[in-house]
């Protein structure tokens, strides 16, 4: 099958960004801080710096495998099978990733805006947008998140911004939380915060060039670490810790706290909108990724019929959770034990295999559109 | 394909018809019912007494019937754009519900100005109250909070506003005094929770209270805080809420500071120990000082003191205890000169320059110890400071700041540079047939 969509760098950082960065508006700045204390901002930090150590690994191992997606190294580094496990593990972290913020996106909506709406009419709305976004393939979902990134950047400026008057500079002391010894030992775990990173090594095709997928791995890494760390820093600066502790959704909790003058207040409205518009394109994203993967895996011809069975599953799995607190649980055992792995460890071990077998041929691209 | 893709536009259409015409959370804003001001007080048979003021919003519209206009009269007189109901309930969330059985709409908060509590109830502990208020998704975390020295429910029915028709104009107006005047702080739902909740910090509300006076006539000098001639000021009428002496309508007011140590309120602080405060945290944009004349102890002086710069705060363990620096950095236009003398003039005005600097240090000395021998209680947010010599939150938390605030010793510096004289470089004495007054 030839591969006829093609996207810039732009498109591709925008939706990595998403991918990576929706996180933000759900739990990650509490998550950070129960983690560490009011040191969350360092732990990012470092785990920032552990991440560009382990993608500069990644793209020197990268080198012969230029036009090449993680499957189709796969598959020449461990034939058929190490394709289907490697596949597979990638559909089911996509789909269990896809079906966990389903839930979590529409519980948080349920919350904050849509108190008496049942939870499966919040999952409905999402799951429609999903199913529609599939239908109509990537380029569409990478071309919207090119528009709608920079406003929902804009939105979170905004937000960041807003709370000026409430930063007390003395909420970062003592300035190391729970130590340097939870840091180090947090650092390589959390990883998982960059999670869907891995996602550049599945769309390299749609990028062409190795150089294309450095700079847009760079950059992506660059604008994340931004997001993470301004949003753990935002959010202990306003809110002390252990305070801190008690949000369900900080950077919603900022929003509500902007109130300049007598006009400029309730911007959490404006909050709803980006995270809805957030939400949607990183379900979208994830939802059409398992599908492409899982049609890629299986040398299917056609991906559509995928759609509304996969929809049903991500539907169901989203709700077999008997409730938010469970969901967010699942989310942060999962994340913690196995997301740091699949981000960095597995696209490590398939290129350290691929290179030490030296399979490497002429013509990766080709392969890679087959 | 073109009668797929009309089946298809009519069924995106038809399933639109129901999305747009709202979903399972509309209702109509007519449907509900405003609560611009909650006060509790300690219950009669239950718990808690929870009253609700609702807006009226027809009757602000139109100003009430007598509610608003007119001004400077002595007896006070009901509120009619404010709707209030009192409820006796185990908790304020029940109270609020038990509410939705008397009144016809559904109850919002979305719109809760302030939330008053009675000083009964909050020298009893309102920490979890306002914990829990504070986490309420209607409920905006810069809600102001109030302690009132009358009951809650008096000092909300004492709210008749007579330059706004809008009650809950009044009360966002009301709730940014401390910018202008600064004898009241900007105390939160948000604030108060991060603060009683703080290893290093302790938590204020503002002072509020239904004044006593009726007519001019019943003016007196408060005699329990209230003292002049003592030192060379005039500012030693301490007024707190409810003691300033006026007579008019609006029976309400804010001034000072009630101060907790953790959920419980301790005491009390004054207007000017507030202005203080205020100084100390850096929160302070301008006031007016008035001093006694330093050549002339019948006249004063009344300089406006503003914030040059942010407080400078530096810390230190001595033998164990902790000995805290002060530096305050402000600058003063000179508003009034009550004597003839040309304090306009560079050597003159430095000689005012220190005797205000002598009198801030004296007062916020005063005011610091005050809260460390007497009330025990951090409400400076010193500890925040203190938190920055310990690496990690395990030192900090076993350090037990709060435990060695009573032992702390301060160190006052204050630095006032007067960069204007007003309107006038020069004073000229009034002159009569027994010559130049004032020289």
């Known amino acids: ?370 | 394909m073109k009668g797929r893709r009309v089946l298809g536009f009519l069924l995106l259409t038809f399933f639109l018809i129901f999305m747009l015409s709202g979903c399972y959370d509309s209702i109509e804003v007519d449907d509900l019912a405003y609560v611009i001001a909650i006060g509790v007080d300690k219950g009669t048979v239950d718990m808690v007494k929870v009253t609700l003021q609702f807006a009226l919003p027809l009757a602000m519209g139109t100003g009430g019937e007598g509610g608003g206009g007119g001004g400077g009269g002595g007896e006070s007189e009901e509120n009619k754009t404010v709707y209030n109901l009192t409820i006796d309930a185990p908790s304020i969330l029940t109270g609020i519900s038990m509410a939705n059985n008397i009144v016809s709409k559904q109850i919002n908060l979305s719109h809760t100005k302030i939330i008053v509590f009675s000083e009964e109830m909050a020298r009893e502990g309102i920490g979890n109250y306002i914990v829990r208020l504070s986490s309420m998704r209607q409920l905006r975390p810069n809600t102001a909070v109030y302690v009132t020295r009358s009951s809650a429910e008096e000092f909300l029915k004492a709210v008749t506003p007579q330059l706004s028709t809008n009650t809950a104009k009044y009360y966002e107006q009301g709730v940014l005094v401390h910018e202008r005047i600064g004898a009241t702080a900007n105390t939160q739902l948000h604030s108060f929770s991060a603060a009683s909740r703080s290893l290093g910090a302790q938590p204020v509300v503002t002072l509020a209270g239904i004044n006593r006076y009726e007519t001019s006539a019943d003016f007196k000098i408060p005699k329990d805080d209230a003292s002049m001639g003592e030192d060379n000021n005039i500012n030693h009428l301490e007024y707190k809420a409810g003691e300033i002496p006026r007579a008019a309508k609006n029976k309400a007011e804010v001034r000072g500071l009630a101060v907790f140590r953790g959920g419980k309120m301790i005491g009390e602080l004054s207007g000017l120990e507030t202005i203080f405060y205020m100084m100390v945290t850096g929160e302070l944009r301008y006031n007016n000082i008035t001093l006694q004349d330093p050549h002339d102890s019948n006249n004063y002086v009344v300089l406006n003191v503003k914030k040059s710069r942010n407080p400078v705060h530096s810390v230190e363990i001595v033998d164990g205890k902790p000995l805290i620096g002060v530096k305050i950095l402000l600058e003063a236009d000179i508003s009034a000169i009550g004597s003839e003398m040309d304090y306009q003039e560079p050597e003159k005005a430095s000689i005012l320059e220190k005797e205000c600097e002598k009198y801030i240090k004296r007062e916020i000395e005063s005011l610091l110890y005050k809260t460390s021998k007497e009330f025990n209680t951090d409400i400076f947010g010193f500890g925040n400071k203190i938190a920055g010599k310990f690496a990690t939150w395990e030192e900090w938390e076993k350090f037990g700041w709060l435990q060695k605030y009573k032992d702390t010793s301060f160190s006052v510096e204050v630095d006032l540079v007067i960069r204007r004289p007003g309107l006038t470089v020069k004073s000229i004495p009034i002159i009569s047939s027994e010559g130049a007054e004032g020289k």
């Open chain 1, 1 to 370: 099958m030839k591969n006829e969509t093609v996207f810039g760098r732009w498109e591709a950082n925008c939706l990595l960004i998403i991918l990576i960065g929706a996180k933000i508006f759900l739990n990650f700045p509490r998550v950070i801080e129960e983690i560490v204390g009011n040191a969350g901002w360092i732990l990012v930090l470092v785990t920032t710096v552990l991440a560009f150590i382990l993608f500069y690994i990644i793209t020197r191992l990268y080198e012969p495998f230029e036009g090449m997606d993680l499957i189709d190294i796969a598959d020449r580094a461990m034939g058929s099978a190490g394709k289907l496990i490697v596949g597979g593990v990638l559909i089911a972290y996509l789909i269990f990733t896809a079906s966990i913020m389903l839930r979590e996106f529409g519980e948080d909506m349920k919350t904050i805006s849509f108190a008496m709406s049942p939870i499966s009419f919040m999952l409905i709305l999402f799951i429609a947008g999903m199913i529609a976004a599939a239908y109509f393939g990537l380029e569409p979902i990478v071309r919207i998140a090119a528009i709608l990134t920079p406003v929902i950047v804009a939105g979170y400026l905004i937000i960041i911004l807003g709370v000026i008057p409430y930063y007390r500079f003395n909420n970062l002391y003592p300035l190391l939380g729970h130590g340097v010894d939870a840091i180090a030992a947090n650092s390589i775990p959390q990883l998982s915060m960059f999670s869907l990173f891995e996602m550049l090594f599945l769309i390299t095709p749609y990028i062409k060039t190795n150089k294309n997928m450095k700079r847009v791995g760079y950059s992506v890494l660059g604008a994340s670490c931004f997001a993470l760390i301004t949003s753990t820093l935002v959010y202990a600066l306003v809110y002390p810790y252990p305070v801190a502790l008690e949000n369900f959704l900080p950077i919603y909790q900022l929003a509500r706290l902007i109130n300049i003058g007598r006009f400029f207040q309730r911007i959490e409205s404006m909050f709803v909108f980006i995270w809805a518009a957030g939400a949607l394109l990183h379900l979208s994203a994830t939802f059409y990724l398992a599908i492409h993967l899982f049609a890629k895996i299986f040398r299917l011809k056609y991906q559509k019929p995928l759609i509304i069975p996969f929809a049903i599953l991500v539907f169901n799995i989203s709700l077999l959770p008997p409730s938010l607190m469970e969901t967010i649980k699942l989310e942060t055992q999962f994340s913690k034990n196995y997301f740091a792995f699949i981000s960095f460890g597995l696209p490590i071990m398939v290129l350290l295999i691929a290179r030490i077998r030296k399979r490497t041929v002429k013509g990766a691209v080709e392969c890679s559109e087959r």
